[in-house]
C-alpha cells in the first residue's frame, strides 16, 4: 500500500518563503547594516572606557586652574582699601575681621587684610581702632615713621602734621619708629615722635579726653593754641588764623563742640583779649 505524500501547510509554506526571502539582496543588506550599526556601537562604547581616564584628567585641570584663579582674585583683593571722611564728619566703619574702625574728621586709612597680617596704613588725620583678638594675624596701623602692633586692643593713632601720637585704651600695644627703638604702651598711656624723630617715654594721659573726638568734642587740656587750632580747623570750613605766632604758644583749657568755630573764636578772644582782624570767605584771622 503506497501512501501518498502529505500537502503541504500553510507553516510549510511560511517557512519556505522565508528561507527563500533570507537569501534575498535585501535581507543580506539589511544584515550587513545591522551588523554596522553592532560595530559603531562596540567602538563608541570601547572609545568611551579609553576617554574616561582624559575626562578625570580635564576635570582635575580645571579644578587647579580654578584654584590658581582664586589664589589670584585674592591677592588681587588683599590690595589696600582706602577709607576716608569728609570734612567735619566722624565715621565708623566695621573691617572683614571684626574689628572697627573710627575715623576723625578730613581723615584717610588704607587697609589691606591678608592672611597672615592685617596692616593698616593712617595716611593723614586721626583714627581710633578696636582690635578683634586673632593672634594668627598680628593687627598693625603705620603712621610716618611710626608703626603701632597690637593684639585685641582699642587705641587711637593720631597723623597731623605737628603730632604724630598714639594712645591706648585697652590691651597692650608696640609702638616702633624707624631708628628709634620701640616702646610698649599700658591702658591710659599714651607716647608720639618727638621733633628729633625719637619715640617719647610712655606717659599717662586721660583716655576719654583723648577719644572725645569719636563724640564730636574736642578737649584741650592745656595745650597749645597753635596745635588746639591745628586739630580744629579740620572741622571748619573756614580755618581759624593767629595773626601774631606769640601767640601760638600759649596755653589753653576747654571743652569744644568739634566744628562749632564761632564758639572756639569767641573762647579765643575772650581768654586772650584777642579780636577779629580780618575776615575772609575761607578764612578769620585772630591778633
Known amino acids: 500500500m503506497s501512501i501518498a505524500p502529505a500537502s503541504p501547510t500553510r507553516e510549510d509554506e511560511l517557512a519556505a518563503s522565508l528561507a527563500a526571502l533570507s537569501d534575498s539582496p535585501i535581507a543580506q543588506e539589511a544584515r550587513a547594516y545591522a551588523e554596522t550599526l553592532a560595530t559603531r556601537r562596540e567602538q563608541r562604547r570601547r572609545a568611551a ?9 580635564l576635570t582635575l585641570l580645571l579644578v587647579v586652574s580654578g584654584t590658581v584663579g582664586l589664589r589670584h582674585q585674592t591677592s588681587a583683593a588683599a590690595e589696600p582699601t582706602i577709607y576716608a571722611s569728609r570734612t567735619g564728619q566722624i565715621r565708623t566703619l566695621l573691617l572683614e575681621d571684626g574689628s572697627t574702625l573710627t ?64 594712645t591706648l585704651v585697652r590691651g597692650r600695644v608696640r609702638v616702633a619708629a624707624v631708628r628709634a627703638g620701640e616702646v610698649t604702651l599700658t591702658p591710659g ?19 576719654g579726653d583723648a577719644l572725645a573726638w569719636q563724640k564730636g568734642e574736642l578737649d584741650f587740656r592745656n595745650v597749645p593754641v597753635a596745635a588746639a587750632l591745628e586739630q580744629a580747623n579740620r572741622y571748619f570750613g573756614v580755618k581759624i588764623a593767629l595773626s601774631d605766632p606769640h601767640i601760638g604758644q600759649r596755653r589753653i583749657d576747654g571743652l569744644f563742640r568739634a566744628g562749632d568755630s ?8 575772650s581768654y586772650f583779649d584777642l579780636k577779629v582782624i580780618s575776615r575772609r570767605e575761607n578764612l578769620v584771622t585772630l591778633g
Open 189 to 207: 598711656q599714651s607716647t608720639e615722635l618727638r621733633k628729633d624723630k625719637s619715640l617719647a617715654p610712655p606717659h599717662a594721659t586721660v583716655s
Open 262 to 269: 564761632r564758639a572756639l573764636i569767641a573762647t579765643l578772644c
Open 103 to 166: 575715623l576723625d574728621t578730613a581723615s584717610r586709612v588704607a587697609v589691606r587684610m591678608e592672611a597672615g597680617a592685617r596692616r593698616l596704613s593712617l595716611i593723614e588725620g586721626r583714627a581710633a581702632f578696636d582690635v578683634a583678638h586673632d593672634a594668627n594675624r598680628p593687627f598693625s596701623v603705620t603712621a610716618g615713621n611710626m608703626t603701632v602692633t597690637a593684639l585685641g586692643t582699642r587705641f587711637s593713632v593720631t597723623a597731623l602734621p605737628s603730632d604724630t601720637a598714639v
Open 49 to 57: 572606557k579609553a576617554a574616561a581616564p582624559l575626562g578625570a584628567a
